[in-house]
């Protein structure tokens, strides 16, 4: 964490970042003014919640009490610190007796204002005092059971006493915004009904805004704000209004907490991040960052929070998502809740297309669901504008985010859960994974990425397609990993986050592209020697075309030969015998070597009678798979033309398909030799019989 104290939320009158010093002193001089025109008065320093209100206040109340011509004795009275109002009464007078001056002199005036105070006090509730010595305070509460001295008649005497106080007394009472309504009232009666002696003054600190919200609660309003209003403006003649922030303070600020934060974790943001964060600034979070405490609450969230995932996720990603944690918490609860699917891209409308919406359709839509978030009505389009910057496919048009930002379903999970959660790894440990095996084929790492890639195929190779640029030695070690990988993962005719074996092809693409060209036949002979190793190679050299990074020839050439050694030895066993997914190298040799170099000799095999015509038929049949299941198709006639010829199949096969029936139906016969035989037969019969029309 940084070194700034966010969480800080005292006074601090020694940083003067706001000009709050000049205030001061401005209140100051107006207090002396009201001092020379009234015998008591009742101010109010107002500002809201967090606007540096108590640091202001210590600011006039030092400088009350320096003050070179005319002192003030400042009683600084909490109404917090008393159980009930009878017991803020209590503290009331023993704070102003304890405030007079002392001595011989100011004996008797003292015992003066200490039976006022006797007369009025509540009994019973003296010795309850907590840190108060009451009974000096009571010079004769036998005075008041035996009703010698009225309450009125004590009250005259004590402002005689009052009266000749050379340094004015001022109450300071802080945080009135923080009591109860009824506490509220009782600490107004005190001050307008009971507190209202010659020389004594009043500086109440509130906000506005919650003191008329709580006004409003009790009986003196009844709901109305106007009356709360009013009843406000006859309890405080002067109001000391904390000047709001401009601007360009809350900028500097914002700028100074964010630059800080940066430097602790030695973030460097690019141009867009830096545009990126200013403009949710501006749309967004400037009407909600309006205070010293909000900014300072802001900032201690992100610095409390990133440390786990520095360099794990995207900065500006992170400190936009806290914001909404921060002062939006029935948007954040949605965004894993009911909105994610939408968010990342997920939900059935979003994938299929059922519910069309026009741009201004779906931002109608959204700004309903904020406002049922609970987010104000004036601070909804910022909301959802910083919405759009972090959930890109919120645009409807299909556009996805890259990288590491909280909008990449690979990375969504890792902003809520304030590090990386435990069926993910680390970018950090992966990067540092990588560096080994390409440093020193570590063999720890590199069982550390496989057993990655196999439980988590999709989201590793994400990861992986970032962190291979310039990894000659890695990229060899990775390619017979991503074999073995490819032949454990299945099939998958649709998915909303990538096709495996597809994001397997691209880094394996990657990976070939980054060997370097001394080591591209041994990449070639430790992955093509796999079971499915050179099926991925060819697969990738086939649809190497047009791209920045192309793949060097020679891949394409040793692929080629561990492709033809591969056939030559099939050639030595019956089809029959041989597994649907051994004669995939036969359509894999004619893509890689060309059909110019593979289709005589295959030809000669089926003239010499190496193999047996049916069975090539049959094994010509093209499977349908989805997931772990496969079903017959049909028959790749291309390949017989382009090989023998159609009409040598109908000549060797005449007599087998010389029998009228019912076609075999396509995707209902399971992958065996027989029903490939049986489909190969009844297409072929078809075949012929529609091209002899």
Request: with cysteine.
């Amino acid at each position: 964490m940084s070194q700034r104290s966010y969480f800080r939320d005292d006074p601090d009158p020694g940083n003067d970042r706001l000009e709050r010093e000049d205030f001061a002193k401005r209140t100051i001089g107006a207090l002396t003014e009201i001092r020379r025109q009234s015998k008591s008065s009742v101010a109010g320093l107002i500002a809201p919640w967090g606007a540096g209100k108590s640091t202001t206040l210590e600011m006039i109340v030092k400088g009350l009490e320096q003050h070179d011509t005319d002192p003030w004795v400042v009683v600084d009275l909490n109404p917090w610190l008393y159980s009930d109002v009878e017991s803020l009464q209590l503290g009331f007078f023993v704070s102003l007796r304890e405030a007079l001056p002392r001595g011989k002199k100011w004996g008797k005036k003292r015992e003066r204002v200490g039976n006022f105070f006797t007369a009025i006090s509540p009994m019973g509730k003296v010795n309850g005092l907590v840190g108060i010595d009451a009974s000096s305070a009571l010079e004769s509460i036998g005075e008041r059971i035996a009703g010698d001295v009225s309450a009125n008649a004590l009250r005259k005497k004590a402002e005689e006493v009052l009266g000749e106080v050379d340094s004015p007394i001022l109450f300071v009472m802080d945080d009135l915004d923080r009591l109860t309504p009824d506490e509220l009232l009782m600490v107004f009666k005190l001050v307008r009904l009971v507190g209202r002696l010659p020389n004594v003054y009043y500086l109440l600190a509130y906000d506005e805004k919650t003191l008329l919200d709580l006004i409003q609660q009790t009986s003196v309003a009844s709901g109305n704000r106007a009356r709360a209003r009013e009843y406000m403006e006859k309890i405080i003649q002067v109001r000391f209004d904390v000047p709001d922030l401009r601007p360009a303070q809350k900028e500097h600020l914002t700028e100074s907490a964010l630059s800080e934060i940066l430097a602790t974790y030695s973030i460097d943001l690019t141009r867009d991040e830096e545009e990126s964060f200013g403009v949710a600034y501006r749309d967004c979070l400037r009407h909600y960052l309006t205070t010293p405490r909000s900014i300072n609450r802001y900032f201690a969230q992100v610095d409390a929070f990133y440390d786990s995932l520095n360099r794990e996720v995207k900065f500006v990603d992170f400190a936009l998502v806290t914001f909404i944690r921060t002062f939006e918490p029935g948007v954040y609860k949605n965004l894993t809740g009911v909105w994610r699917d939408e968010l990342l891209g997920e939900s059935a409308e979003f994938i299929f297309g059922r519910k069309k919406e026009t741009v201004s359709e779906r931002e109608d839509r959204w700004q309903a669901m904020l406002a049922e978030a609970h987010v104000a009505t004036a601070n909804i389009p910022g909301v959802h504008k910083v919405l759009l910057s972090l959930f890109p496919r919120l645009q409807g048009d299909g556009a996805s985010q890259a990288g590491s930002g909280v909008g990449n379903r690979d990375y969504f999970d890792r902003y809520f859960s304030f590090g990386v959660p435990g069926d993910d790894i680390s970018d950090v440990a992966m990067r540092q994974m990588v560096d080994a095996i390409n440093e020193t084929s570590d063999a720890t790492s590199l069982n550390v990425v496989r057993a990655a890639l196999m439980s988590d195929t999709k989201r590793t190779c994400r990861k992986l397609f970032r962190l291979l640029a310039g990894k000659s030695n890695a990229s060899v070690s990775l390619l017979p990993v991503l074999a073995e990988v490819y032949a454990e993962t299945d099939y998958e005719f649709f998915t909303i986050d990538g096709n495996a074996r597809v994001l397997i092809e691209e880094l394996a693409r990657i990976s070939m592209a980054e060997t370097a060209a001394n080591r591209i036949e041994e990449a070639v002979n430790l992955t093509g020697n796999l079971p499915h190793g050179a099926i991925l190679l060819s697969t990738v050299l086939s649809r190497d075309v047009d791209r920045e990074a192309s793949i060097n020839p020679e891949f394409q050439s040793c692929t080629a030969e561990i492709l033809e050694r591969r056939i030559i030895d099939l050639l030595s066993r019956p089809l029959e015998d041989i597994s649907t997914h051994d004669f995939r190298h036969v359509y894999h040799w004619r893509l890689t070597a060309g059909k110019e170099a593979t289709d005589s000799r295959l030809k000669q095999a089926l003239i010499d009678g190496e193999w047996s015509t049916l069975d090539f038929a049959a094994r010509s049949v093209s499977v349908a798979t989805s997931g772990r299941s496969e079903w017959l198709s049909d028959v790749q006639f291309d390949l017989l033309e382009e090989v023998i010829g159609l009409d040598h199949f109908f000549d060797a096969l005449q007599s087998q398909m010389g029998t009228d029936g019912p076609l075999p139906l396509r995707h209902h016969y399971e992958d065996t030799i027989e029903n490939r035989r049986l489909v190969a037969l009844g297409q072929l019969k078809q075949r012929r019989d529609r091209d002899r029309l």
